[in-house]
């Protein structure tokens, strides 16, 4: 620690290409804690799927609804033990305003209940949504943004054509659910349930079914059970496509393409890259300071000790660039769920936070970097001779 003072005054020395490396590190650091939170929400958001639960839609497209008349011929097929009816509203507080939206769905109450104990509520709670046409239940993030309590009305307009009345649907808050974390990790916090039954009777009877919800008796029968509903509806006007809950909710990752493939090769290559930058700038800084390091020596200083005065460079570099790098992903990703388009993908993704694992993980490869950079100057010094250090060119 005594030498620190020594340390931060050759940094100063040469303030603008000290403060453009940390710059460059930072970048390195915020691009590896933002991509690789977004990715554990992923695939938090997937391991919660459970895998007793399946997925009916349209095989042509989600777009396309299915008949109602669907819902007990699947019923009725065997290792199927209750089917609810899903259809996605897509509402929003103020028609075409994004920037307040959260995930809203239509469900056929009680089987739906039923079948996601993780929507945890009072009994009480449960009869008051039932009883109430316009009842629905909400997610506790969401009620918390928007300030609601049970009791509350709000509207909501869809930007779905056929669900477009020319009037807000209205709704009273009849719940609020609270997660079990500990039970159902990676339980969506943001979401908003409402009766099927009111928006089918709203628009005139005239909207379908978008998906249908199934569970199973028998988890290992899930591939059974999705062959024989899709078989069942096989060359009708309407064919669907069953599979588990987990890979419906992985397609919807899928359409950006291998986004873990992606992200990791971006984070691979902008890390190599400051790698590159920083092992520049560090050997920049010992080819400056050769007569310096030679009077150190002269005076006593052993190349150990000149070494290691090099990677202290290195490592106060690090740590600023890694610690900057840490603010700015936290700051983009208190940011990120309130942004107009992105945001309410992101809302839907549990757990979306910087965790500490992953800060500390930030922080190490910032140093590592950084160190592996001074290494290559700091081993220059080492074995660098005092005469070939003082030789004026």
Not at 20 to 34: D, G, N, P, Q
Not at 37 to 46: G, Y
Request: glycine share 8%; aromatic share 10%; hydrophobic share 45%.
């Amino acid at each position: 620690m005594r030498f620190l003072p020594l340390v931060l005054k050759h940094l100063r020395r040469s303030w603008i290409r000290s403060t453009s490396t940390v710059m460059a590190l930072a970048l390195c650091i915020f691009l590896f804690c933002t991509l690789q939170t977004f990715l554990a929400a992923v695939d938090a958001s997937l391991a919660s799927a459970n895998a007793a639960r399946l997925v009916t839609r349209n095989k042509i497209s989600l777009v396309f609804n299915l008949p109602l008349s669907y819902e007990d011929r699947i019923a009725a097929l065997p290792g199927v033990k209750r089917v609810a009816r899903v259809n996605w509203f897509g509402g929003a507080r103020r028609a075409g305003d994004f920037s307040e939206f959260f995930p809203n769905l239509a469900v056929e109450a009680e089987p739906y209940l039923d079948m996601y104990p993780e929507l945890t509520i009072t009994p009480e709670e449960r009869r008051a949504f039932i009883d109430d046409m316009r009842g629905c239940i909400v997610g506790p993030d969401t009620a918390a943004r928007f300030g609601w309590k049970v009791g509350d009305t709000f509207g909501l307009e869809s930007f779905i054509p056929p669900y477009r009345v020319g009037r807000p649907f209205e709704f009273v808050v009849s719940a609020i659910y609270h997660p079990d974390e500990a039970r159902y990790p990676g339980t969506d916090r943001t979401a908003m349930y409402f009766h099927h039954r009111y928006l089918y009777e709203t628009t005139g009877r005239r909207v379908g079914v978008g998906t249908f919800a199934i569970e199973v008796d028998n988890p290992d029968a899930a591939g059974s059970v999705s062959r024989a509903v899709d078989t069942l509806f096989a060359n009708s006007d309407a064919e669907t496509h069953t599979e588990t809950e987990q890979a419906f909710r992985a397609s919807f990752v899928s359409m950006a393409g291998n986004l873990a493939l992606l992200l990791n090769t971006i984070g691979m290559a902008v890390t190599f890259t400051i790698l590159l930058v920083t092992a520049n700038t560090m050997s920049m800084a010992v080819r400056e300071r050769r007569t310096e390091m030679g009077v150190l020596k002269t005076i006593g200083f052993s190349s150990g000790r000149v070494m290691g005065l090099v990677l202290s460079e290195a490592a106060v570099i690090g740590a600023c660039g890694g610690l900057l790098g840490l603010l700015l992903s936290q700051g983009l990703i208190r940011v990120l769920p309130h942004l107009p388009v992105i945001g309410p993908f992101v809302q839907g993704l549990s757990g979306f936070g910087l965790s500490p694992f992953l800060a500390v993980s930030g922080l190490g490869l910032a140093l590592f970097i950084a160190l592996v950079a001074g290494l290559v100057p700091g081993l220059l010094a080492y074995r660098a001779r005092i005469t070939d250090l003082l030789r004026q060119v």
